[in-house]
């Protein structure tokens, strides 16, 4: 039965909050933000219908208290949740809260996020089902390692390289290459550690090193009838300290014959834990073809906006539509029918180019790149701050093409059009590596940034080139720059979103 949702609450902020609460005007959905201190400001506050505060600037003790949340939408009669990503978007006991508390989550049922959270639950789920895992051991009885000697045990039978992973883990947080036995005693109790302050969870378990793999994701999506989709892959191979950077959709690498063989490896997985909503399995692809289970993605992706555009859908909104109980807009014959072209996205966030450490700041001058098949996805401003205490992602900047090296080439011509001035970014970075041989001919793996890092640091005339290209560009636009120029010198107060938005309040 249909479920119809009146007024969701969106239990994030930045970009992904500005994404969701789109979607909702588009369908005559109420919106409702949640903000700390810091993101007063903020356009996810500007954008909602209603804004609600939670409190103090970091997120330990504003976005990620459930509490909060729950005690939001009661006040602004939010009828569902969005929890987007990050924060908590993958808490099992948020969505039993909100369940509770009579409130739709927009996601995967809670029993599903817990068979899915622990990787070493997730590894014997999907093995049951049949998709491949990458060969390891998940310690006694399956339950993680105690000590570094059974984990050497483990780790000799398995083979060297070995992997040290923290089953609650995500990010590279508690994660440690071993080359040898000589170095596992160290690397355990270094990996125990961090997956301890990280995630409350030291339990680690063990993975054979698979060398030079490409990491590929497949996007799935079930709904309440009992309708499992994918829809395609992603390559997410371009990664630093196992964060992605840079994604694309299709992979270069992945067939057709590939594609359906993943795809049905990974809708296994969902249907082996009854998945309902977005989620994606990710995997590790090797060079002789074979692919192998790394875990399950229990929401939407960051990268998702690259799978909206080969296929023109908004996911977000089928989302809403699963939550209302409606069946699939589409079958997997229809999907595999409209997906058209090739995109990539690269994340652009405030940081030093070659450090690759966060450069939070005020943003004084800050121009979009624009024109055909061009999509930015951000939740900053000109004037804005960005803060010490989140992730520091500007924008997702995404665009299409007929073909992957006219996508390449549109997003090398957007790179360059974009400019962030007051805190340094990763732009540069980006350039460089849109423009490598290795990435053009699609032949890159995960190690890609680690070995190329010499060549993809930003150089001294790196900035002069940008800058004569855009004074080109400036040039035949002087009213937009002159108009740019007179935003940066004046409040730092966000211009409107939508002249459409008025009356917002905060309650």
């Not at 699963?322 to 995109?343: C, F, I, N, Y």
Request: hydrophobic residues 40%.
């Amino acid at each position: 039965m249909s479920r119809p949702i009146r007024r969701v609450l969106v239990a994030n902020r930045g970009e992904i909050a500005v994404r969701v609460m789109r979607t909702c005007r588009e369908r005559g959905i109420e919106t409702v933000a949640v903000y700390s201190d810091v993101d007063r400001l903020a356009p996810h506050v500007q954008l909602a219908d209603r804004a609600v505060a939670i409190g103090p600037a970091p997120a330990a003790q504003s976005y990620l208290v459930i509490e909060k949340i729950i005690a939001a939408c009661q006040a602004s009669g939010a009828d569902a949740v969005h929890p987007g990503y990050g924060f908590l978007s993958e808490n099992e006991d948020f969505a039993d809260a909100c369940t509770a508390a009579g409130i739709t989550f927009i996601g995967p049922s809670a029993d599903s996020m817990r068979r899915m959270g622990s990787k070493t639950e997730a590894r014997k789920t999907v093995t049951a089902a049949g998709t491949p895992v990458v060969p390891g051991d998940n310690g006694p009885e399956g339950n993680g390692f105690p000590d570094a000697t059974l984990a050497l045990a483990a780790a000799k039978k398995i083979g060297f390289p070995v992997l040290i992973k923290a089953a609650a883990g995500g990010g590279g947080k508690g994660m440690r290459l071993v080359a040898d036995e000589h170095d596992l005693a160290n690397a355990f109790d270094s990996a125990k550690r961090e997956a301890t302050a990280a995630f409350g969870d030291g339990t680690v378990y063990l993975e054979k090193a698979i060398q030079r793999p490409r990491h590929i994701e497949i996007q799935v999506f079930g709904d309440a009838h009992g309708n499992l989709v994918h829809l395609g892959e992603r390559d997410c191979s371009i990664q630093r300290r196992h964060q992605k950077v840079v994604e694309e959709a299709p992979s270069p690498v992945v067939s057709a014959e590939l594609r359906a063989r993943m795809g049905a490896a990974a809708v296994a997985a969902a249907r082996a834990v009854h998945y309902l909503g977005a989620g994606t399995c990710e995997f590790l692809l090797g060079a002789d073809g074979s692919f192998y289970f790394l875990e399950m993605n229990t929401r939407l992706q960051v990268e998702h906006p690259v799978t909206e555009m080969i296929y023109g859908l908004d996911l977000v909104s089928w989302q809403l539509d699963v939550a209302e109980g409606k069946p699939l807009p589409l079958t997997q014959a229809e999907l595999d029918a409209r997906r058209r072209g090739h995109a990539v996205e690269c994340r652009i966030y405030a940081e030093d180019p070659v450090k690759f450490l966060p450069s939070p700041g005020r943003i004084t001058h800050l121009r979009i790149p624009d024109g055909p098949y061009v999509r930015n996805d951000s939740g900053c401003y000109e004037g804005a701050e960005i803060p010490v205490h989140y992730d520091p992602m500007i924008s997702k900047l995404v665009v299409w093409g007929e073909d992957r090296a006219r996508a390449v080439a549109r997003m090398r011509r957007a790179l360059d059009e974009y400019q962030v001035r007051g805190i340094e970014t990763n732009l540069p970075f980006h350039r460089r590596c849109l423009r490598h041989p290795e990435f053009v001919a699609g032949e890159y793996d995960t190690g890609f940034i680690g070995r190329n890092a010499a060549e993809l640091h930003p150089r001294a005339d790196d900035a002069e080139l940008v800058a004569a290209i855009c004074a080109a560009v400036l040039e035949g636009d002087k009213p937009a720059a002159a108009s740019s120029s007179a935003r940066s010198s004046s409040t730092t107060s966000p211009p409107p979103i939508s002249s459409e938005i008025s009356g917002w309040r905060r309650s």
